[in-house]
């Protein structure tokens, strides 16, 4: 009987194995999707994978340590904290991927009104800018008559209050 339980017990691990590695590898591929834009590609990726393999080991050890009748719940703690930081690469995979359309749309909209913002701040400034250099064209031969008047005249040479 012990035999057949053997049997059992072992046939249960390569399932449970062949589950886990398949569950695993899903959440792996999501949690490097999700964290891609936050760490790159190839970090994203190395860190979903240590966190697959860390969970892929938790359950294994959670697993002997239940047939032996010891303690899991450091285990079980550590387990819970390696998911929490795969459930937010796959949380944001699977946002962003049913989202990408409004997410871009709410972006470019935000660009619009910062462009419209500052094409309209520049015009502001360029008209400003216009009226100043407006009277400063007007100001300029009237200042350059002026001193030609004051060489041309022989009575005052270019000197005095007039050449100011």
Known sequence: MSQNRRTNQSSGTGLFIIITVIFLGISVTQTAKGYQLMFGKHLSWVIAFALGVLMLNFSIEMRKHRAQGRQVAGLLLSYLLCALISFFGNFNAFYTQYNTNELLKKELQKHKEEFTSIVTKSTVALQ??????????TEVPQLRDQLVMQINDPA?????????
Do not use: E, H, K
Request: charged share 20%; hydrophobic share 30%; net charge negative.
């Open 156 to 164: 005052n040479p270019g000197i005095g209050d007039r050449a100011g």
């Open 128 to 137: 400003d800018a216009d009226l100043s250099t407006n009277n400063l064209m």
